[in-house]
């Protein structure tokens, strides 16, 4: 079983930022620089956990001047295949239509190749050309 929780303290920011560092920094070589940025304090993280207790994946939202960016959709490696993704996916865009000033704004992403399936099963569509973002193939992606 997989939950997800919003992230209210200090030591699930951490988690959190663990998981970032195992995915996307130490697997697909992202400059760590790049990874973490001015957004951290500002964005709303979440955190997954398998069977209620470890920390398995993480996620954030935040507004932009172009709607709402859902992003740093991060599993580690052993927890892939086991819906923690969709789980993340759903309370992410659950918190974004319960949230006071998100109504009637775009909500997007910037998906790598191999995560599109996922996003895709949730409504996100394609927009655009392929670009890259750390040296990894992205395509922007609205709900």
């Known amino acids: 079983m997989i939950e997800v929780k919003h992230i209210?303290?200090?030591q699930q920011?951490?988690?959190a930022f663990r998981i970032r560092e195992?995915?996307?920094v130490q697997e697909q070589?992202?400059?760590a620089d790049e990874e973490y940025d001015e957004y951290e304090t500002t964005s709303r993280h979440?955190?997954?956990y398998a069977d209620g207790t470890?920390?398995?994946g993480t996620a954030r939202w935040r507004f932009t001047d172009k709607g709402i960016k859902l992003e740093r959709f991060a599993v580690?490696?052993?927890y892939r295949s086991r819906q923690v993704g969709s789980a993340l996916v759903q309370a992410v865009l659950d918190d974004v239509r319960q949230h006071p000033q998100s109504g009637g704004k775009p909500v997007y992403l910037h998906a790598q190749v191999t995560a599109m399936p996922?996003?895709?099963k949730f409504g996100f569509q394609p927009v655009g050309d392929m670009f890259l973002e750390c040296d990894i193939q992205h395509y922007r992606m609205k709900l």
Do not use: I, M
Request: hydrophobic letters at 40%.
């Open 29 to 31: 070589n992202v400059p």
């Open 13 to 15: 920011q951490q988690e």
């Open 118 to 120: 996922l996003y895709a």
């Open 8 to 10: 209210t303290t200090h």
């Open 46 to 48: 979440f955190l997954a």
């Open 76 to 78: 580690l490696k052993e």
């Open 22 to 24: 195992a995915v996307f």
């Open 54 to 56: 470890t920390p398995c």
